[in-house]
């Protein structure tokens, strides 16, 4: 349970790798230590062995005479013959001499760790050779390892005792410095706890920007700022649409009690009944507009794409149109001289195009001019919708692809401003862009960019170069 928390286990972390270390440190200090010490230990016996045996080789020494001179406080020296009969030896040697072998031996220096009959370690230095007489002799050496174990305890005590000392002096830094990294982390998320729909402006603190928890605050401050434009623009959507449904629905109500406070007669019904219906259409187009636009929005809404005759669904679109253009009337011209072919939905770019040439006709006073044209640039297919209409001011401009903006009420026509966002998610989808230039009181430009699909397709047989509509 307890190491559950990031705290606990950054602390059992840091502890483990510590200890390990300590470990690893202290057994390696104790090995360097014994090896040195037993190292001096055997160098020094067989310095003195070496020394003892060139003397007895040039007849320089007698170890019935000199035994004292060669026996020190803690050099052992002892000399048998091949069937273990002591020549000499150490004074210190009387009563327990060093232990012998004499079934084991070979020429140069052999050394082993043996006990003394009383039971102290000895290190012990054994050769074989010959005095000056030619016998074969073995001259042994030893020392007492009392001092080399007593310095190897004491290096195990300190090392025993300052390696606990040690682990809790670091399991005291690991706790403070366990809860200085992870005391960011519980203000985030104190703060986040604070953090709700409609407190969505908040924001969490960023301690240090350019460590990794002043990065996961950061990350975590963009998220909301998106959460917060989410919630906005979905507050300010439903306010608009509910404005939007309300005014059709007040209108349609209004008509239908004025109906029916008195008898009236039947052109009087059916004005009203005009009126009704004029508003009925009017809310099922907002309806259709809003769900549709929900559709291109939802993130897991796929469009059914298919290669589809760009150009023929224009044309098809113009010739649509074309009654209103003429009843208005308008210069309608269309131009659509190269085939092509797009990925997409039909009906979904249906849509787009009737909402773009709707405003063009909408906006466009009698007299003037709507012109359609299409065309071909390297791998993308280029719709341009020019008129003469009445322009956008430039204040407008940078807003007319937000849901229910309209730039005046004497622009609106009647319309909920969804249009151009519509057209805006539809090329979205389709992986095209948008791009609108308007010149107040002289028209607006209307482009549409989508990617082509190869291979080419064989021109359009019913559509003409150009044709237009006086």
């Not at 009203?272 to 004029?278: M, S």
């Amino acid at each position: 349970m307890m190491l559950r928390s990031i705290r606990a286990r950054l602390m059992a972390w840091h502890l483990a790798v510590i200890a390990v270390l300590l470990g690893v440190f202290s057994v390696a200090l104790y090995s360097s230590v014994a090896h040195s010490l037993y190292l001096e230990v055997d160098v020094r016996l067989l310095s003195k062995a070496e020394e003892l045996i060139n003397y007895a080789h040039t007849g320089q020494i007698d170890f019935e005479r000199d035994q004292i001179a060669f026996s020190t406080e803690d050099l052992l020296i002892q000399v048998s013959r091949l069937d273990g009969t002591v020549l000499h030896k150490s004074p210190a040697l009387r009563a327990s001499p060093l232990p012998l072998d004499t079934r084991k031996h070979s020429q140069g220096p052999q050394l082993q760790t043996v006990s003394a009959q009383d039971g102290t370690p000895l290190r012990l230095v054994t050769n074989l050779d010959t005095t000056e007489e030619g016998d074969p002799v073995f001259v042994q050496v030893a020392t007492p390892l009392t001092r080399v174990q007593s310095a190897l305890e004491r290096l195990r005590f300190w090392l025993l005792t300052l390696v606990p000392v040690l682990l809790a002096l670091a399991s005291l830094g690991s706790y403070f410095l366990a809860d200085r990294m992870v005391r960011p982390l519980r203000i985030m998320a104190q703060t986040a706890r604070t953090i709700s729909a409609g407190n969505l402006s908040q924001r969490l603190p960023v301690p240090t920007p350019s460590d990794e928890v002043g990065q996961l605050a950061t990350t975590f401050n963009e998220m909301f700022e998106r959460l917060h434009q989410a919630f906005e623009h979905q507050r300010r959507f439903v306010s608009n649409a509910s404005h939007e449904l309300r005014t059709p629905l007040t209108v349609l109500r209004g008509q239908v009690e004025v109906a029916l406070r008195k008898a009236r007669s039947p052109e009087e019904y059916r004005q009203a009944l005009q009126a009704a219906l004029a508003q009925a259409e009017r809310l099922s187009r907002l309806t259709e507009q809003l769900l549709l636009l929900a559709r291109t929005e939802s993130g897991g809404w796929i469009p059914r794409l298919k290669p589809i005759r760009f150009d023929q669904l224009c044309w098809e679109v113009f010739q649509e149109l074309r009654p209103l253009a003429e009843h208005k009337p308008l210069v309608w011209e269309a131009t659509c001289p190269m085939p092509a072919l797009v990925l997409g939905d039909p009906e979904l770019l249906r849509q787009a195009l009737l909402n773009v040439l709707d405003n063009a006709i909408k906006y466009t006073p009698p007299g003037g001019q709507v012109h359609l044209a299409l065309n071909r640039e390297q791998d993308r297919a280029r719709l341009i919708v020019a008129d003469t209409g009445l322009g956008i001011a430039p204040e407008d401009l940078p807003h007319i692809f937000e849901r229910f903006y309209r730039v005046d009420k004497a622009r609106s026509s009647g319309g909920a401003g969804l249009g151009l966002a519509l057209v805006r998610e539809i090329v979205t989808q389709h992986h095209g862009d948008i791009r609108v230039e308007s010149t107040l009181h002289q028209g607006t430009i209307v482009t549409i960019s989508l990617p082509l699909v190869d291979p080419l397709p064989q021109p359009f047989k019913g559509n003409s170069p150009s044709v237009h509509a006086p």
